[in-house]
């Protein structure tokens, strides 16, 4: 090899080297959360990693899919949260692999008519929420359905506590972790949402005077074992 031609080669090797870094830095800080532990000073700094590591825990135990998988659909595919919701419950119905609808919905452009494919319609045909989906139904809507019928059967709550605390404005990931509250507390969940709604307490100063660290959230749904787990 002459100098010129390793010269070039020496230049591509480390371009190439700095661009995978840069990749897997990219990636890194799409679900980076820098703020772990309950700080006083800022206490809403640690919610949105309680939340997401409480939620992504959630659909992992709901669905029999490893967490590393939905972090890294989230992470690297940049999956949207209801797509990734609607994408496993139709991957569940339809007895299909998640990577497949995911496909079939990127090449059709929308759930409607990736539901009204051929390789999948039939098969789902008596599921409720994905027949509402094929018929019109918003995919976010669905996706709301899909979850709040998760968290009645994982967490053995009646739907209509569950449409009560979405009413005050509650999202699925605050729910989720209004029940990994109250099993390891047994504090009531209005009592937990009046906490936050009501005086202003942040997710993670609630769990700390509980006892309990952002970062058990995740291990707190793993472990729970009042359910049935997967459905």
Not at 174 to 195: D, T, V
Request: proline content about 3%; glycine content about 8%.
């Amino acid at each position: 090899m002459n100098k010129k031609n390793a010269v070039f080669l020496l230049l591509f090797l480390l371009l190439t080297g700095i661009s995978r870094q840069a990749s897997a830095g990219e990636v890194t800080a799409c679900h980076c959360f820098s703020d772990r532990t309950y700080n006083p000073a800022e206490r809403f700094a640690a919610d949105d990693y309680m939340l997401v590591t409480g939620f992504n825990s959630f659909l992992a135990r709901s669905f029999a899919i490893s967490k590393r998988e939905i972090i890294m659909m989230k992470m690297q595919k940049g999956v949207r949260q209801d797509d990734l919701i609607v994408g496993l419950h139709t991957a569940k119905a339809a007895g299909l692999d998640l990577a497949q609808v995911l496909e079939l919905l990127q090449q059709s452009g929308s759930w409607e008519k990736t539901l009204l494919n051929p390789q999948i319609s039939a098969r789902v045909s008596r599921d409720k929420h994905l027949r509402s989906i094929q018929t019109g139904t918003p995919p976010a809507d669905g996706s709301r359905k899909i979850v709040d019928e998760l968290l009645s059967g994982f967490y053995m709550k009646q739907a209509e506590l569950i449409e009560k605390l979405r009413k005050t404005g509650l999202s699925e990931k605050e729910i989720n972790l209004i029940f990994i509250l109250e099993k390891s507390s047994g504090k009531k969940p209005q009592y937990l949402a009046g906490q936050f709604k009501k005086e202003g307490k942040s997710w993670s100063e609630i769990a700390s005077s509980l006892g309990i660290a952002p970062e058990e959230a995740g291990k707190l749904v793993m472990n729970y074992s009042a359910t049935a787990g997967a459905y």
